[in-house]
């Protein structure tokens, strides 16, 4: 009987230090989505150097428009991607009260509530997988896993974050990993 497919919606991957000089070098990605018919997942710790206003045109409140936007993937660096975190989300997506979004009425919705432990990450762009496609890169050992929480998406700078979540996974590999430059000469 053949195993069941390990799907990974909820977890983080990270570059394990063989993608280097890859789109994906010392990324982080959220995966929001993965079954049978592929992978769909946001990288956390890429910006774009612009805040939402100077990107997205749209009637959004300015709370929103100040967020900075993430560069999600290369995959169709239009599209238009948010995660939004609060105390209590009852139909969350992607990990308890952590929701994937992509409708611009209810990003304008989100800005105009009064929820103070509410939080966006908005993003351009995002990585995708074809059905079997990350199960392979997985198999070719091309990205550690890490079990992806709120905490670590929204209260880890995301300059930090691949070290950071390295450094969590323990083991002196990992340890050693966290330490290389995204530039190997300058090592």
Not at 6 to 22: A, M, N, V
Not at 41 to 59: F, H, M
Not at 72 to 82: D, E, I, W
Not at 115 to 123: G, H, P, Q, T
Request: net charge negative; aromatic share 8%; proline share 7%.
């Amino acid at each position: 009987m053949p195993a069941k497919p390990k799907f990974l919606k909820g977890q983080l991957l990270l570059d394990g230090g063989e993608l280097q000089g890859s789109f994906f070098q010392h990324t982080v990605l959220l995966i929001c989505q993965h079954d049978a018919d592929g992978a769909f997942g946001l990288i956390l710790n890429r910006t774009s150097g612009n805040k939402a206003g100077e990107i997205i045109v749209a009637d959004l409140p300015d709370t929103i428009k100040e967020q900075p936007l993430f560069v999600g993937g290369p995959v169709h660096p239009t599209a238009f991607s948010f995660l939004h975190a609060d105390s209590f989300i009852p139909d969350a997506t992607v990990l308890p009260n952590l929701s994937l979004g992509h409708s611009l009425d209810a990003l304008r919705e989100i800005g105009e509530s009064f929820s103070e432990a509410k939080r966006v990450r908005l993003f351009a762009g995002y990585a995708g997988w074809s059905p079997g496609q990350l199960e392979n890169e997985m198999k070719r050992k091309s990205w550690l896993t890490h079990p992806a929480s709120v905490e670590l998406i929204f209260n880890t700078p995301p300059e930090k974050l691949w070290q950071t979540v390295l450094l969590r996974k323990g083991g002196w590999q990992n340890r050693i990993l966290s330490q290389s430059p995204e530039d190997l000469s300058s090592n």
